[in-house]
Nanobody
Framework: QLQAYGGGLVQAGGSLRLSCAASGRTFSVYDMAWFRQAPGLEREFVGGITWNGGSTRYADSVKGRFTISRDNAKNTVYLQMNSLKSEDTAVYYC????????????WGQGTLVTVSS
C-alpha cells in the first residue's frame, strides 16, 4: 500500500517536497515513480527511480527542477520539486512496479499540488 502526502499550495518559483510511504517489507525490490494528472489531461510520467536508487529518469518538462530519491530503510520515496510553475499544478501519484515488470501496477492515492502564479 502506498500513501502519498506533502501536497499543497505554493507560489510560482517556490519548492515543495512530496513523500510516498510504502507499507510492507518488500519496498526495496520495487522500482518507484511519480506521475501527475492535471485537470482535463491524461496522467503523465514525472520521474522514476530504480529499486536501489542507482538510476533515475525524468520527464523533459521537469528535468533540472525535480529530483526523485528514496530511503529504503524508511520505505519512502520522495519528489523534491523546485522552481515550480503554474503548469506543475496537478494531482501527483506515486507508483511501484517489480523490477522485472514494465508496468506500474501499484498506485497510491494522489496528493494535490497547486502552484499559484
Amino acid at each position: 500500500q502506498l500513501q502519498a502526502y506533502g501536497g499543497g499550495l505554493v507560489q510560482a518559483g517556490g519548492s515543495l517536497r512530496l513523500s510516498c510511504a510504502a507499507s510492507g517489507r518488500t519496498f526495496s525490490v520495487y522500482d518507484m515513480a511519480w506521475f501527475r494528472q492535471a485537470p482535463g489531461l491524461e496522467r503523465e510520467f514525472v520521474g522514476g527511480i530504480t529499486w536501489n536508487g542507482g538510476s533515475t529518469r525524468y520527464a523533459d518538462s521537469v528535468k533540472g527542477r525535480f529530483t526523485i530519491s528514496r530511503d529504503n530503510a524508511k520505505n519512502t520515496v520522495y519528489l523534491q520539486m523546485n522552481s515550480l510553475k503554474s503548469e506543475d499544478t496537478a494531482v501527483y501519484y506515486c507508483a511501484a512496479k517489480g523490477v522485472t515488470n514494465s508496468v506500474y501496477g501499484h498506485w497510491g492515492q494522489g496528493t494535490l499540488v497547486t502552484v499559484s502564479s
